[in-house]
């Protein structure tokens, strides 16, 4: 792999992005494993040369998701919805390049109303019996 810049002479890349992509320079695929699990991850992707390629992506829950993109055409959107992904292979049959990566975490629950209400309240009873507390004797 390496690492390169879109540059302005890029114009048939998504968006007017101009920042660095991953080219596969020969390689068949590229594994990209996530710190964490992940809910969803999408990137821009277009091959090499001007013509129609089948971009893969294999997904370590065994799920898979593929589109068609024409070099002559610009960079086309590939990304999935899932849970729990831990990495992504993505492969062509000829060279690639990636960037502009998108990705999403599962939110951390929110407790339900009931779950606050019984919070409030709990506070509220050990606040009462606080306040209702005999003083210790010889305490100021």
């Known amino acids: 792999m390496r ?8 114009t ?5 992005y ?3 992509v991953l080219y596969s320079n020969g390689w068949a695929s590229l594994t990209i494993d996530f710190a964490s699990p992940v809910t969803g991850f999408g990137f821009f992707t277009e091959p090499r ?6 971009i893969n992506m294999l997904l370590s829950d065994g799920s898979s998701v593929s589109g068609d993109y024409d070099g002559a055409s610009g960079a086309g959107f590939l990304g999935f919805l899932g849970e729990g992904v831990t990495s992504a292979t ?4 000829d060279d690639f390049a990636i960037g502009d990566f998108y990705t999403t975490v599962a939110a951390g629950a929110v407790p ?10 709990g506070f509220g009873l050990v ?4 306040r209702r507390r005999k003083p210790l004797i010889g305490a100021v």
Do not use: C, K, N
């Not at 690492?3 to 890029?10: A, E, K, M, Y």
């Not at 339900?112 to 309240?121: D, F, G, R, V």
């Not at 606040?127 to 606080?130: I, M, W």
């Open 3 to 10: 690492i390169r810049t879109v540059g302005l002479s890029w």
């Open 12 to 16: 048939s890349w998504s968006g007017g």
């Open 18 to 20: 101009t920042d660095q």
């Open 49 to 54: 040369v001007f013509a129609v390629y089948t």
């Open 90 to 93: 993505i492969s062509s049959a």
């Open 112 to 121: 339900e109303p009931a779950a606050w209400a019984m919070m409030i309240a």
């Open 127 to 130: 606040g009462a019996s606080l």
